[in-house]
């Protein structure tokens, strides 16, 4: 269980970075909390030959009041979410979301940035950042450019992110006081990854009722219109019904929507 | 390899890693400090929990090389801390280990909870140490004694 031989960097601005890894190809693995990769590496289900380290980079240490949204640098950690110490736009939804991930010393160190371009599905941002309409920021050598949260998990571990490309940050709509939302998930045991997310946010101020099923085998699935809301329809969008599967994902959705009423 | 500089149980360290060598390893083979055990080696059973940096971190899944400035605390670095003094006692108290083979991270995680956590009720308690994993005590005893500290704690705190 100890991980295969590699190269370390610790670049300290974002260029070095970008130029490390556009030499490396896909040789290269952007390393930030490592509480994924780390694991990975120790099952030698990775072996790259270079570890770019990001978290020396200031861009992706910065959190940003923005206009309508807060910019949280990519490497902010989930702790530093669940504590306050970094401003939540959302009325509590990313502290709540922030909470339930794996264990306090995992959260210690796992970032948001990391946790999403790593894009497994059961990932908590994953679904989180996709019902709050939040904008994944990505540098790479042809400069910045944003993708929509649901766009950008294409599958199990695979992204939008091109070869070279950096998660920077993500942008988080501020919700309006008049905000509503809901988040709950099933696991075998505290701290596992969900067999199951759903999620709901509704800001009338926004005219969004919008709602999320994750933890699914692909990017999670968006519904626009919670209003009108079958369980058991969205779940087979993704599973047949009948199965376990379909079964704990229209449950989640039921009991997210259900919390969502209290 | 990559030369490494960091603080480890107060003293500053200076080594030569490979960056394959996680820290637990590093501390375990490069230092002789063998307080921190190694389950799993994929963040899921916490045995080898220690402090960096103020708060509890994985060392199977933190690679050495990443430590780098880093200030490390081990279950040796905690010998005259009170909080883990008073932990000690109320393990041995509350039969909270058999093999002892959890406790190291056990006792790192069940700090963490009492300074973090003052007011936590039996229901976080259990919450907080399910990342780590004991296969003799039963967490009965374990979740006693970090409640035993809580209480005292709160005890002291009042008039």
Redesign the interface.
Known sequence: ????????E?PRELGAALKLLTEAGADAKV?AG??SL??M???RLAQPAL?V?V?GLPELGEVRDEADAVFIGACTTH?AIEDGRVPDPTQGFLRKVARGI?????R??GTVGGSLAHADPAADWVSAMAVLDARIVVRGPQGERTVAAADFVLGIMSTALGEGEILVGVRVPKLSTRARWSYWKYCR???EFAEAIGAFVIDPDRGWWRGVMGATEGAPVVIEDARVLDPAAVAAEAYEPGTYEHQVHAVALKRAAAALDR | M?TITLKVNGQSVSAQV???T?LA?FLRDYLMLTGTNLG?????C?AC?LW?DG????S????A??C?GADVRTIEGFEDDAVMAALRDAFTAEHALQCGYCTPGML??AR?IVLRLPDADEARVR??L???LCRCTGYVGIVRAVMRVLAERRGAASP
């Open positions: 269980m100890k991980a295969a031989r590699f190269d370390y610790k390393l490592g509480q780390g694991p590496l120790n099952l570890l380290d978290r702790a794996a264990y306090r010393a995992v210690n160190r045991k505290t701290g | 990559k490979e960056p394959r996680h390893d799993c080696e994929h963040g899921v916490g929990t960096i708060a509890p971190a994985r199977c899944i933190t690679f090389v990443a780098d790192a995680t963490d919450e907080e399910a990342g780590n």
